[in-house]
């Protein structure tokens, strides 16, 4: 049994991951909404920045016989001064046959040099080296090389204070032509973004996808305070594995989410 629920904890956290988190609504689209970090992309540190705040993330699927698709992730993060996050996610809505909910913790020491994911049940964290970019060089850099799509509109929606905090919003609509994908009709899809870049985090977002769903992610309780430091550190009761050869659940740094917004 405990094998068993080591290879179903491999896989949640490889889907966890598998799913990216938006940076600022500037940027490419294609990216999910989901917890961990909040807006830092992959090698990217956010130092001066301190905060915490509570995160509900949650998508709907309605399937064409009248079935729903339904899933929710809460949970808890935070950053601190230094550019170390922390997030606490309780995914429900079943994965791998876990129909139960299912709680995953991860560290990003960026001053240490590794990421963790812990596991609560088993008081195991997998560990494995951070990938550093050189300038220049980091995923910023070839989203900046990226052809803009002409099938994507961008709208400004100014500024206004969501969740507590001034954001800046960005709506996207991106159509998939007819036959582009043996689609009969045009697919659209709608996306929005609200963007804090003081804290340089996603506070709230929203997408409507006909294939994929939809989804709502927010931010709230937002608290601009440096978070208790012992959030980033692995508790001394669990057991530190390396991950070999810096493979598995942590490649990219990415995190749970919807599917990403329309590109």
Known sequence: MKAKSSVVFFFLAAAVVSYGQPGPPGGPPGRGFGPG?????????VTGAPY????????????ADGNSIQRTTTGHVARDNDGRTYSQETITGGFFGQNGPTTLVFISDPVAGY???LNTSTKVARRRPLKQFPAGAGPEARERDRPANPNVVT?????????????QGKSRTHT??????????PVVSTSETWYSPDLKVIVAAKRNDPMSGHANYALTNIQRTAPNAALFQVPSDYTIQDEPGGRGFGR???RLGPP???Q
């Open 155 to 167: 709208t400004d929606l100014g500024t206004q204070v969501v969740n507590g905090v001034n954001a």
């Open 115 to 117: 990421s963790y994911v």
């Open 176 to 185: 998939i032509p007819a036959g582009a994908m043996g689609n009969a009709q």
């Open 52 to 63: 915490s705040a509570d995160v509900t993330n949650s998508l709907v699927r309605n399937l």
């Open 252 to 254: 990219g740094r990415r």
């Open 260 to 262: 990403p917004p329309a």
């Open 37 to 45: 970090g909040f807006g830092p992309r992959p090698g990217k540190v």
